[in-house]
């Protein structure tokens, strides 16, 4: 943990109280990482003795408020369990004996059966802003969540698997796999920095008759140029194709069908059943098959690595459907069959989860067909070995799968069949976390869209944006490459803005607006303070010396106030998993942070002043430099 000079002087302002103190009294504060915990304990300490009350039973109901003017923090009188007493009454009385001197506190507030309570000005603005600059991008994270024992702070970590993005090989990478990428990457990101051991897998659809057909199309009208310069382009567009070919040819034998000429020859030769022998050639371990399937998987994968790499996500794993054995598959069905989990019904093998999980949840879950009557393996039986072999290869301690709300049915199948075969420690182990579906992503053709064509077409709009403000525009280095920057942050920041459950409509006019809670306005908020930094001339050794008692105004504390929220919505964001819990409070505090510009001016002040509110407004930046790096954007500095 960074150097926790600034929390250790402000313990040291309150008799009797110290950072080992406070750990060994509250298991569950970490002053060093979350500065407010002094005051939680502080405030603690001083009620138990006013109420009798334990402080054991304090410190968890103090609650943090989203708005400044309800206070820093709120107690429900009630939840301090006391018998015989009104709340209300009480929370009058305590206030009331609330010292009035207390170094860290004004008097408590009461409201009904509330106490609200607001922390002093003075202390609050020294220790938050050296804080924040001490411990720069350390500011806020929580490496302590990530460990097994959390009084070993050097033993073992906790691991976690995010599966998210999974595009499937020559098929469009839609809006739905943009939405898991932005939220998983989020994800992982997140428990990185809550000290957790985290592997990032990209789960591709890579196998099945598809391939075949793909491999039948390459044969017949593929390019080896085409391919190398845009693969996934390319594949599409002969799957497309061969797709087209086949449909016709199928209308055609049904119609000769019908007029009652014989088929068979027709048929053994169709496209079907030639993409249908290539994909048993796969399955057989045929080399030059498997070859060439390889290099279309392979250069895809490096396509796919240049798209993510605009987005910063990265995989530890490109995994997928091809990666599953057939011994695995046997197995497992196997398994199944022993256990009485699986059932036959006229050649096909499904599970009737009626039957398997009695009430309510059974009737849920209805049937699953695992192989088709031609022997082919659905997906339910590839997910259960994938997921047990994951478990044998990780030992993962928690696994997420990032996919849309449509496959929930198919996730909480998966999860039940592994605890059917007696896997329940390993199910517990999984969550699936659902989102919605993003409208209006379709084309004026009513054809698909890639992900880089979306990307080009929002960094396009952006750079016709900017344009509009010349003299801003003139002042940019590579305003191309921020235009694309700034398009890839109103996408993603539209995407995480909402609940992730939520469907939301694409709007490209919305969502590369510089006005309301966009994407461009807190790349605005970021380079506003990155060019007060820069117009201020200051060294960092003269802000270090800064001397704080100055920032008296409001305005200054309460700015303070939002920065020494941020470890707080950290810790609310592992609990929630929801992206726009991070982004409600940047926009809080960037709108909090724009309305002080004109009391709290930099430039122009005497220099004192100067450095002391330069150090305030440096650490704004930082705390909005950490909560857009986390939500995965690129701040820009212009």
Request: aromatic fraction near 8%; glycine fraction near 6%.
């Amino acid at each position: 943990m960074a150097d926790s000079n600034a929390v250790e002087q402000l313990a040291g302002q309150v008799e009797g109280m110290s950072l080992d103190a406070i750990a060994q009294t509250y298991p569950n504060a970490h002053p060093e990482a979350n500065p407010l915990d002094v005051w939680r304990a502080h405030l603690s300490n001083v009620l138990s003795k006013i109420s009798g009350v334990d402080t054991s039973i304090i410190f968890p109901v103090i609650a943090w408020t989203q708005s400044l003017d309800k206070g820093d923090f709120i107690i429900p009188v009630p939840a301090l369990r006391i018998k015989g007493e009104k709340p209300d009454a009480l929370a009058v009385e305590w206030a009331s004996k609330w010292p009035e001197d207390d170094p860290l506190f004004k008097k408590p507030v009461p409201t009904k059966t509330f106490l609200s309570f607001f922390i002093k000005g003075a202390p609050a603005v020294k220790t938050i802003i050296k804080a924040v600059r001490e411990q720069g991008t350390e500011y806020g994270k929580a490496p302590f969540d990530g460990l097994k024992d959390p009084k070993d702070p050097s033993g073992a970590r906790k691991r976690i698997i995010v599966e998210f993005s999974s595009p499937n090989v020559a098929k469009p990478f839609h809006a739905g796999h943009l939405r898991s990428t932005i939220i998983g990457g989020f994800l992982a990101n997140l428990y990185e920095a809550a000290g957790w051991d985290v592997i990032r897998i990209n789960y591709l659809g890579d196998w099945g008759k598809q391939y075949g057909l793909l491999a039948l199309a390459f044969q017949l009208y593929g390019n080896e140029e085409e391919l190398k310069r845009d693969p996934i382009d390319h594949l599409f567009k002969l799957y497309v194709r061969i797709n087209a070919e086949m449909s016709t040819e199928k209308e055609a034998i049904e119609a000769q069908k019908k007029e009652g000429k014989d088929t068979t020859e027709l048929e053994a030769n169709s496209l079907d059943e030639r993409a249908r022998g290539y994909f048993k050639k796969m399955v057989d371990g045929d080399e030059a098959a498997l070859a060439q399937w390889r290099h279309f998987r392979d250069l895809s994968i490096v396509k796919y690595k240049e798209t993510y790499a605009r987005l910063n996500i990265r995989f530890d794993e490109y995994s997928g459907e091809s990666q599953v054995t057939e011994e695995d598959m046997a197995e497992n069905a196997q398994i199944m069959a022993d256990k009485g989990v699986t059932e036959n019904d006229n050649g096909a093998v499904l599970i009737d989860f009626t039957k398997q999980v009695p009430g309510k949840e059974g009737k849920q879950l209805g049937k699953a067909v695992l192989r088709k009557r031609d022997g082919t393996a659905l997906y339910l039986t590839r997910d259960v070995s994938e997921l047990l072999g994951r478990f044998h290869k990780y030992a993962y301690d928690k696994m997420l799968y990032v996919v849309a709300s449509q496959q929930e049915l198919h996730l909480k199948q998966l999860f039940k069949i592994t605890e059917l075969i007696g896997h329940k420690d390993i199910s517990q182990r999984c969550q699936h976390i659902s989102f919605g579906m993003v409208q209006g992503m379709s084309t004026r053709k009513g054809t698909v869209k890639f992900l880089n064509d979306i990307l080009r077409d929002v960094g396009e709009h952006m750079h016709e944006v900017m344009k509009r403000n010349e003299e801003k525009y003139s002042q940019i280095e590579d305003p191309v490459k921020v235009a694309d920057i700034l398009g890839i942050s109103s996408v993603m920041v539209q995407d995480m803005t909402g609940k992730r459950i939520n469907n939301y409509t694409f709007n490209m006019d919305a969502m590369t607006s510089f006005e309301g809670d966009t994407g461009p306005y807190l790349q605005y908020a970021h380079s506003r303070l990155c060019s007060i930094k820069r117009r201020a001339k200051l060294s960092d050794e003269e802000i270090n010396s800064a001397d704080l008692s100055l920032l008296t105004e409001e305005h200054a504390v309460n700015v303070a106030r939002y920065l020494a929220q941020w470890p707080d919505v950290f810790q609310n964001t592992l609990k929630t998993l929801e992206p726009t819990t991070v982004l409600t409070y940047l926009f809080r505090m960037t709108h909090g942070v724009s309305s002080s510009y004109d009391h709290l001016q930099v430039v122009g002040s005497e220099l004192e002043v100067m450095k002391a509110r330069m150090a305030l407004y440096d650490a704004a930046r930082i705390v909005l430099y950490n909560g857009m790096t986390l939500l995965g954007l690129t701040p820009v500095e212009r």
